[in-house]
């Protein structure tokens, strides 16, 4: 055969009719009506129609094209044909079919049958729920997202870095602590990157951000909880207070939401979905302020609850009332918050934010206590021992600036910008309380 093109479903056109052209996939389905028989092959694009008149094809090609079975992989040649009615307006007529890859029978799960399958059976055949388009399309949302996030960052000067994700101690509570073994030694899984990030503050690099793997032994069995997710984080160096990194990630989420909306039309559109970029400036609430507003819609909360899931959903429902789907609490009550938090003076407060999405957190950040005194005595009113602290108390002690920094959750960011009910859907293979495989 001279001149065989390989094409994938997108590439492949009416101007490639009458060329000989290889097109390799998935089968998705086979109907065979009398004289003639449709084979649709999927590939990552989308699909094209192999079309099969009996008349006219080899015996052989037409005994395999027949009778394989749905999902397996296969390679066909044939010529490329015009045909208005078809996907793409081009269809091919087959010389050969390869089978490169039987698909066993029965499917664990189907992929373009119509019934609603259980959470459960989707993540335990996960292969096969990506191989829907829609799904996947999540996952491509989330490459550029984090494209996005990384030239944004990098245009504004910061240094993506790495910490160890093994680790000695814990920075965000003992409760949700990855215990593991490590040469005799007690050591954890990093709940996020917040003492390196901070030590790299003292050492000149100033601007880091950070994109890598958290674990948090989440008791909680939530749609916004799950025991290993993507932290992006960052920490910014002479700040003159925490409204520099409010600034510095209000830019960065309008950027990234609004670069979502443009590069991701066709992924958006296979979801049914729309992303628009929320009104700026964020509204900035105190957490006082949100604490009144909910109680005032009937929550029974005071002053030093937390706003908890109830709360930030109900202020969520406020904010959209009055056109804002992103907004920052800020000032929380030192007492709630970790001890590397800067206390507000004379106040319980402290200089602290959270950034909600939709009636839901993706971040938290704030100022931190820099002056080495301070940090030592808020880590015994914590009940903490500075011993277990050292290294890194030790990068306070001989030249710390202010600094600042946060941490979004990735995940939590995909599912508010596409409005999906589960986290889960925004990761490839979840892991939660229940699921460790696959
Ligand atoms: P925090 O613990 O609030 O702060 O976490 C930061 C952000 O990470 C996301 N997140 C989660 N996402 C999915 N599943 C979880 N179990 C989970 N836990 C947290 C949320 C949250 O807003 N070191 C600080 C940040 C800082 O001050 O720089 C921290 O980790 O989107």
């Not at 008349?55 to 397996?72: D, F, H, Q």
């Not at 890859?101 to 399958?117: E, F, R, Y």
């Not at 191989?131 to 491509?140: D, I, L, T």
Request: hydrophobic fraction near 40%; charged fraction near 25%; aromatic fraction near 8%.
């Amino acid at each position: 055969m001279s001149d065989v093109t390989l094409r994938d479903s997108k590439s492949l056109s009416p101007a490639d009719a009458e060329k000989d052209v290889t097109v390799q996939g998935w089968v998705q389905d086979v109907r065979n009506l009398g004289g003639i028989s449709f084979l649709v092959l999927r590939d990552r694009f989308g699909t094209v129609q192999i079309t099969a008149p009996k008349k006219k094809i080899a015996p052989e090609v037409m005994g395999v094209l027949t009778s394989v079975s749905r999902e397996s992989v296969v390679k066909i040649k044939g010529a490329a044909k015009a045909a208005p009615q078809a996907k793409g307006g081009v269809e091919v007529i087959p010389s050969s079919i390869e089978v490169l890859s039987p698909a066993a029978t029965p499917l664990p799960m189907g992929v373009i049958d119509k019934v609603n399958v259980e959470a459960d059976t989707r993540f335990d055949h996960r292969f096969m729920d990506l191989r829907k388009p829609e799904n996947r399309a999540v996952f491509e949302i989330k490459s550029i997202t984090l494209n996005l996030i990384d030239q944004f960052l990098v245009s504004e000067g910061f240094t993506e870095v790495f910490t160890p994700k093994i680790v000695a101690s814990g920075a965000e509570g003992g409760a949700t602590l990855f215990k593991l073994g490590y040469f005799g030694q007690e050591a954890y899984l990093a709940q996020s990157p917040q003492l390196y990030k901070q030590m790299l503050m003292s050492t000149g690099l100033d601007r880091v951000f950070e994109i890598g793997p958290a674990f948090r032994a989440e008791p909680s069995d939530t749609v916004r909880h799950v025991s290993e997710f993507i932290s992006f984080d960052g920490e910014m160096a002479f700040i003159d207070s925490m409204k520099d990194v409010l600034d510095l990630i209000e830019r960065c989420t309008q950027y990234v939401i609004g670069g979502v909306a443009d590069r991701a039309k066709p992924q958006l559109e296979l979801l049914g979905k729309e992303v628009a970029v929320p009104g700026a400036p964020y509204p900035i609430i105190e957490y006082k302020d949100a604490v009144e507003m909910v109680a005032g819609e009937g929550m029974h909360i005071k002053l030093g609850d937390d706003l908890g899931t109830e709360g930030e959903k109900l202020l969520g429902d406020i904010m959209k009332a009055k056109g804002n789907e992103m907004y920052w609490i800020v000032e929380y009550p030192e007492e709630a918050k970790p001890f590397y938090i800067m206390e507000k003076d004379g106040t319980p407060y402290s200089y602290s934010f959270d950034l909600d999405y939709k009636g839901q957190e993706i971040s938290s950040g704030g100022q931190r206590e820099h002056r080495y005194d301070r940090l030592v005595a808020r880590m015994h009113k914590k009940g903490l021992n500075p011993e277990a602290f050292k290294f890194y108390l030790d990068a306070f002690e001989y030249g710390m600036p202010p600094h600042g920094g946060w941490g979004i959750g990735v995940e939590r960011l995909v599912q508010k910008m596409l409005d999906l009910p589960n986290i889960r859907e925004t990761i490839l293979f979840p892991r939660d309380r229940v699921r460790l495989v696959p």
